[in-house]
């Protein structure tokens, strides 16, 4: 009887442990994505990529001390339309533009490409929004920051990777 008791139990554990596991991993990789998605939505918001800048004087006079400092900035080149691009992995992660808006001239990042799950670029546009800002204010500028979040759009970049552009 005593053995029979010790089989059962054995064989409950031996089916029972498994699907336990596999219910407690299912939950822990459940929890780690959501974690994994906060932290790029994070990046794409406010305090991240979605920060703009915007500039009380015209679009030539910001362009005019703009462009020398975020051209200096690693990885960072012109393009034909006037944008900037700043590559990582691909040619243009991250793309700055700037434009003429009600208030003045408005830098904010109107693309990024999300390459390997992962949004790129939130640190190097943070300490390149510092230096404008303080050039702005060597120059005796106003600047109010605002933000612009980015979303994640349907479109994807010719590598497959998905691009983030502001949400309006």
């Known amino acids: 009887m005593d053995q029979e008791i010790l089989i059962y139990l054995l064989l409950a554990i031996v089916i029972v442990l498994p699907m336990v596991g596999l219910i407690l991993k299912r939950k822990a990789r459940r929890a780690g994505a959501q974690r994994w998605e906060a932290k790029k939505d994070r990046q794409a918001g406010d305090d991240g990529l979605g920060a ?28 034909d339309d006037g944008t900037w691009a700043q590559t990582h992995y691909n040619d243009d992660d991250v793309v700055y533009q700037l434009v003429s808006t009600a208030e003045g001239a408005t830098l904010g990042v109107s693309r990024a490409i999300e390459f390997s799950g992962t949004l790129n670029g939130m640190k190097a546009w943070k300490k390149l929004r ?3 800002v303080a050039a702005a204010a060597e120059r005796e500028i106003a600047v109010t920051t605002g933000n612009r979040p980015l979303v994640r759009t349907a479109d994807a970049s010719p590598t497959g990777a998905v691009i983030w552009r502001p949400a309006a």
């Open 52 to 79: 703009t800048i915007t500039f009380a004087a015209d679009e030539a006079t910001v362009r005019a001390f703009a462009a020398p400092l975020i051209e200096g900035t690693k990885r960072v080149r012109t393009q």
């Open 130 to 132: 510092e230096q404008l």
